[in-house]
């Protein structure tokens, strides 16, 4: 099992900056991959951006190439999302997950989610 506690959410005007945290406990090296979703209301959950396990290799969803940036600290276990030029459309409950795949396309584990915010 792994664990997921995700923070820094919160409310931010547009053009502002947010980073989100995820700190992973449990059987970490059982997962290949970890990285963000997002729900916004009425809208599907959608993959934002994910990190390799080992390499870190990246990937971004095409909305938020540019301005977010994923990272990893495997020392302390924890994902981080920067996210930049913020928009009223990235406003999402954001959720940070883990996968076996290396794509985070099936995620295994998921956080309890964070609230983000832009107001225009």
């Known amino acids: 099992q792994v664990q997921l506690v995700e923070s820094g959410g919160g409310l931010v005007q547009a053009g502002g900056s947010l980073r989100l945290s995820c700190a992973a406990s449990?059987?970490?090296?059982?997962?290949?991959?970890m990285g963000w979703y997002r729900q916004a209301p009425g809208k599907q959950r959608e993959l934002v951006a994910s990190?390799?396990?080992?390499?870190?290799?990246?990937y971004y969803a095409n909305s938020v190439k540019g301005r977010f940036t994923i990272s990893r600290d495997n020392a302390k276990n924890t994902v981080y999302l920067q996210m930049n030029s913020l928009k009223p459309e990235d406003t999402a409950i954001y959720y940070c997950?883990?996968?076996?795949?290396?794509?985070?396309?099936?995620?295994?584990?998921w956080g309890q989610g964070t609230q983000v915010t832009v107001s225009s």
């Open positions: 449990g059987s970490i090296f059982s997962t290949n991959a």
């Open positions: 990190i390799t396990t080992w390499g870190g290799t990246t």
């Open positions: 997950a883990a996968s076996r795949d290396s794509a985070l396309v099936v995620p295994r584990y």
